[in-house]
């Protein structure tokens, strides 16, 4: 079992910055790819940036050229760089890690998600 803790969210007026953290721990074999993704109220929950092995990297089109997300294998961390920050990011944002077990199935894990609220 994989268990994440998040961190780093918090208010920020418009055009600020935050830095989310997430630490992933317990029984890891090997992870594939981290993540974040996000809902606001009345939203469903969305991909916000994705990282896999090798540093591939994908976003939403929302975020491209404003948020960077980043990863530290020796850690089992993935960040995600927020900066222009506008009301409409405003959200829970939640980690993902997917997971490569033992048996080689594919497993995904979930943070208890950090509020991220961006002031006009």
Same mark, same amino acid.
């Given at each position: 079992? &994989?268990?994440?803790?998040?961190?780093? $969210? #918090?208010?920020?007026?418009?055009? $600020?910055?935050?830095?989310?953290?997430? !630490?992933?721990? $317990?029984?890891?074999?090997?992870?594939?790819?981290?993540?974040?993704?996000?809902?606001?109220? $009345?939203?469903?929950?969305?991909? &916000?940036?994705?990282?896999?092995? #090798?540093?591939?990297?994908?976003?939403?089109?929302? !975020?491209? #050229?404003?948020?960077?997300?980043?990863?530290?294998?020796?850690?089992?961390? &993935?960040?995600?760089?927020?900066?222009?920050?506008?009301?409409?990011?405003?959200? &829970?944002?939640?980690?993902? !890690?997917?997971?490569? #077990?033992?048996?080689?199935?594919?497993?995904?894990?979930?943070?208890?998600?950090?509020? !991220?609220?961006?002031?006009?």
């Amino acid at each position: 079992q &994989v268990q994440l803790v998040e961190s780093g $969210g #918090g208010l920020v007026q418009a055009g $600020g910055s935050l830095r989310l953290s997430c !630490v992933a721990s $317990g029984r890891i074999f090997k992870i594939n790819a981290m993540g974040w993704y996000r809902q606001a109220p $009345g939203s469903q929950r969305e991909l &916000v940036a994705k990282i896999r092995s #090798g540093e591939y990297t994908n976003y939403a089109d929302s !975020v491209k #050229g404003r948020f960077t997300i980043s990863r530290d294998n020796a850690k089992n961390t &993935v960040y995600l760089q927020m900066n222009s920050l506008k009301p409409e990011d405003t959200a &829970v944002y939640y980690c993902n !890690v997917e997971e490569r #077990g033992s048996d080689y199935g594919l497993y995904n894990f979930w943070g208890q998600g950090t509020q !991220v609220t961006v002031s006009s």
